[in-house]
């Protein structure tokens, strides 16, 4: 198994550009977690699916933050306006959670390196 | 929701010396715990995980203890070496529909002093 692929590996911008982060989660995997992290405010989580379907957002910082997961194998992230201070390493993670099991392990992918100028 | 507490932020050990982290969580229905290891520039890795029906787990040099009653676990790294040295990151579930979300302490820098 390839693991959790995550495009681009860096990206870097200027303010007020969109900008559009990809995850491919673990085939056979039903959630999907995306995190920011940074070193003021370690990980963070923004949102995460259960079954293609958003279960919690509440850890989007604003409205220029939208994520969207069209089937099990595919979700994006995306920043419209962005701005300096979302520069972040952002984490994507999946997991399987059967409906009577317990939580299983997050694996995250390698993340992508945002820098906005 | 759940608060995770991770302490110490920043700890140094000799070579060959234990070094051993702490969290503590909020939420009494909680089930599940991992351990992160994060080596600068990647990505978090499980090392070891514990379920809230053991009270411990061992796994070569590395082992994991849970407190119920107090709320507290703890990873402990025995005979720790170089490659030891990363950022390690506690995690606890939450209850009912936050039990698909993990919430991380905010981590622990090992260093390893050879």
């Known amino acids: 198994d390839a693991g959790v692929i995550q495009s681009p590996r860096h990206e870097v911008t200027e303010m007020g550009q969109e900008v559009t982060l990809r995850c491919k989660p673990i085939s056979g995997h039903n959630s999907l977690f995306w995190y920011r992290q940074t070193m003021m405010r370690g990980l963070e989580l923004l949102i995460y699916f259960n079954n293609n379907v958003p279960i919690d957002d509440s850890g989007m910082p604003e409205d220029r933050f939208s994520a969207k997961m069209p089937n099990a194998s595919f979700s994006t992230l995306k920043i419209q306006p962005s701005e300096p201070r979302d520069s972040a390493v952002y984490f994507c993670?999946?997991?399987?959670?059967?409906?009577?099991?317990?939580?299983?392990?997050?694996?995250f992918g390698p993340g992508t390196r945002l820098l906005v100028l | 929701g759940e608060n995770v507490e991770q302490h110490p932020s920043t700890l140094s050990v000799q070579e060959g010396d234990s070094a051993v982290i702490k969290c503590t969580y909020s939420d009494s229905a909680s089930n599940y715990f991992p351990w992160y290891k994060q080596e600068l520039g990647k990505r978090p890795q499980l090392i070891i995980d514990?379920?809230?029906?053991?009270g411990e787990k061992k796994d070569q040099r590395i082992a994991v203890t849970l407190n119920k009653t107090a709320k507290h676990f703890s990873l402990h790294i025995t005979e720790t070496q170089p490659e030891d040295s990363a950022v390690y990151f506690c995690a606890a579930t939450g209850s009912g529909a936050g039990s698909y979300q993990l919430t991380f302490g905010k981590g622990t820098k090992l260093s390893v002093i050879p």
């Open positions: 993670a999946s997991s399987f959670k059967g409906f009577w099991g317990s939580q299983e392990t997050q694996y």
């Open positions: 514990i379920r809230s029906n053991v």
